[in-house]
């Protein structure tokens, strides 16, 4: 949906940061120098950024992309978790900032308030099927669709990635929370109610395929018809 870059020296951490916004549907690119992020900068809709870089200063290096771009969602990451920092770092243009260690869970829905309000609610459509984050609208060819909230979020999560394959325990984590304590059965029952009312056919899909021994997963929409993002 997003394309997030990522400037972090640590790898470990990139990688963490990488799979969660991935799992979300953003793309993520990674930079470790701050000459590589110069050159990712101009395709980027939002920069997460490590202040505590080898090869720049992460203030200077925030303030030659406020040159660069204005209105760049900028979240900064850093060790430091003294107020003269965070107070310095909203001054000079950064947009929201974390303390190290964060959860990643937690970055992710940073991440997620910052694209919002930059650039408004995300809608996704795909083969016929239009989803409006704000309000939990749906519509399917045109017609409103009834979706409960869980329904609404399994079907975001599936269509936000299409052609990614979810095991049931990630949809769980994405959709009912790291804290649900119930089997992954309650994965296999909302897929089936959601399939009810989209009309879909398990075995010859339109919207949801079945990965025998995995999960699920949307399908790919064909080349010509390329998503909207
Ligand atoms: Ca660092």
New binding site residues.
């Given amino acids: 949906m997003s394309k997030v870059l990522i400037l972090?020296?640590?790898q470990q951490v990139a990688q963490l940061l990488q799979i969660a916004l991935e799992q979300k549907g953003h793309t993520a690119i990674w930079a470790d120098t701050g000459e590589e992020a110069l050159a990712h900068l101009p395709h980027a809709d939002l920069l997460a950024l490590?202040l505590?870089?080898p090869d720049v200063d992460g203030v200077q290096f925030l303030n030659r992309v406020r040159e660069i771009r204005p209105r760049l969602p900028v979240l900064v990451l850093t060790?430091k978790g003294d107020e003269q920092t965070k107070v310095y770092c909203l001054e000079i243009g950064a947009d929201d900032y974390m303390t190290k260690p964060f959860s990643v869970l937690e970055f992710v829905a940073r991440v997620n308030a910052l694209l919002r309000r930059a650039y408004g609610a995300p809608k996704i459509k795909i083969h016929g099927l239009q989803l409006d984050e704000e309000g939990y609208r749906a519509s399917l060819d045109g017609k409103p669709l009834k979706l409960s909230k869980t329904e609404f979020a399994l079907l975001r999560t599936l269509a936000s990635a299409p052609g990614r394959v979810w095991s049931r325990n990630e949809l769980l984590e994405a959709v009912w929370g790291i804290d649900f304590d119930g089997t992954d059965r309650v994965v296999d029952v909302y897929i089936n109610m959601l399939r009810k009312k989209l009309g879909d056919d398990s075995r010859d899909p339109r919207f949801i395929e079945t990965m025998v021994g995995v999960g699920y997963r949307m399908r790919e929409p064909k080349p010509q018809n390329p998503t909207p993002t």
């Fill in positions: 972090e020296d640590d490590d505590g870089l060790a």
